[in-house]
């Protein structure tokens, strides 16, 4: 297996790849897939996309969108309840999937590693990953990599959580102040985001919230 940097070469392959394993999910709704602008947007220099190759084969993608006008959007969602978000980047972690009989396997893991590590001198970005407020398993793979839920918002009938990490430092928690909540109680989000809490771990339907240092 290798990872490799993907460019527009591999347009007609990530479409096809996405397309097929998108049909092989358990909940499709939790995938917001890519149009295909998008895909040849980051693929042309307007963001980072990466594979792991096995034998030639896609195996798995990620991707890091550095477009501009949707990094202006999600700031100002994010700066709704965390208004701490100026001087830098937000760009968007997205696209991730992996092929099915290659999951749970930590492809997702290593496409993470080498992403960072291709943005780790841009210390003037924020990463921001959107992601389904029921989607346990995108939650706490962000979570574990210390991505904190900050904002949270309903748009076309889904429920989304906004989840950051800084490339130039972490947001550091108080693991004295936590709250547990349902994952859609919007009253608790908006009074606890508000009072500068952030969501940190999720099980059985609950966010763990802890109080911002």
Do not use: W
Not at 25 to 47: A, H, S, T, V, W
Not at 137 to 162: E, Q
Not at 204 to 209: S, T
């Amino acid at each position: 297996m290798e990872i490799k940097k993907l460019n527009l070469d591999y347009f007609e392959d990530i479409r096809a790849f996405y397309r097929q394993q998108i049909e092989y999910l358990e909940r499709k709704e939790f995938f917001y897939p890519y149009q295909d602008d998008d895909i040849k947007n980051i693929l042309g220099g307007g963001g980072i996309m990466a594979a792991v190759l096995d034998n030639q084969k896609i195996i798995g993608i990620s991707a890091i969108d550095f477009d501009k006008k949707y990094g202006q959007i999600l700031k100002k969602i994010i700066n709704t309840y965390y208004p701490h978000v100026f001087n830098h980047k937000v760009c968007e972690y997205s696209g991730v999937m992996t092929r099915k009989g290659y999951r749970n396997q930590g492809i997702a893991g290593k496409l993470y590693d080498y992403l960072i590590t291709s943005v780790k001198d841009k210390k003037d970005i924020c990463l921001c990953a959107v992601v389904q407020l029921e989607n346990q398993a995108s939650l706490n793979f962000f979570f574990r990599r210390n991505f904190r839920l900050v904002s949270v918002k309903r748009s076309f009938d889904i429920d989304f959580g906004y989840l950051i990490k800084f490339i130039d430092r972490d947001i550091l928690i108080d693991q004295s102040y936590q709250k547990i909540i349902h994952c859609l109680d919007y009253a608790q989000y908006e009074k606890l985001l508000s009072e500068g809490y952030a969501g940190v771990e999720f099980f059985d339907n609950k966010i763990k919230l802890c109080k911002i240092k």
